[in-house]
């Protein structure tokens, strides 16, 4: 039961991560990651093409979009899991703050060192036109996700 609660943390934490850009592109006017790039991605990787140069010049592809989302949450899912196998997944049930925005913040690795280099951005977005702005973006965004896994691990332990 506790695996299937972690995979619900990790869903409701993605959709914080996905309201937490509406918000910041409504209030501020900072555009989120568009998620067909994710589906372009992970389609042309059949294909034996997995570095693009940038993604945005590569063929969209059909189907790329509803696959980015997809995946955007299966990849909210995974993390909820990898956090559990981490720390045990009862403990990571636990509402802590420290360890699911740490968490969150921490996962930001998985796309300033696979997905943007395979995007073409380079590691750690250097080779985008902002590099400081594309990784303040990413960090917020992973640290809504964070927040999300706290707030929702904090929700259940007081249904429970």
């Known amino acids: ?11 409701v934490a993605t959709a914080v991560m996905d309201v937490s850009a509406l918000v910041r592109a409504k209030l501020f006017g ?15 990787m059949p294909r034996g093409r997995f570095f693009h140069q940038p993604i945005m010049n590569s063929a ?3 189907g790329e979009l509803a696959l980015g989302w997809v ?3 299966a990849i909210g899912i995974a993390l909820a899991w990898g956090l559990g196998a981490l720390i045990g997944a009862e403990r ?48 917020i965004a992973h640290g809504a996700f964070g927040l999300g ?3 929702t691990c904090w929700g259940i332990a007081l249904m429970r």
Do not use: C
């Open 92 to 139: 990571a049930l636990e509402p802590n703050a420290v360890v699911h925005i740490g968490f969150g913040l921490v996962s930001v690795g998985l796309p300033f060192l696979i997905m943007q280099p395979g995007f073409g951005f380079g590691a750690v977005a250097r080779k985008t036109p902002n590099p400081a702005q594309a990784r303040k973006n990413s960090l």
């Open 149 to 151: 896994l706290f707030l």
């Open 30 to 44: 900072v555009g989120g990651l568009n998620y067909a790039f994710v589906g372009r991605w992970l389609l042309y």
């Open 71 to 73: 995946a955007h949450y």
């Open 1 to 11: 039961m506790d695996w299937l609660l972690l995979g619900g943390a990790g869903i």
């Open 60 to 62: 969209s592809l059909r």
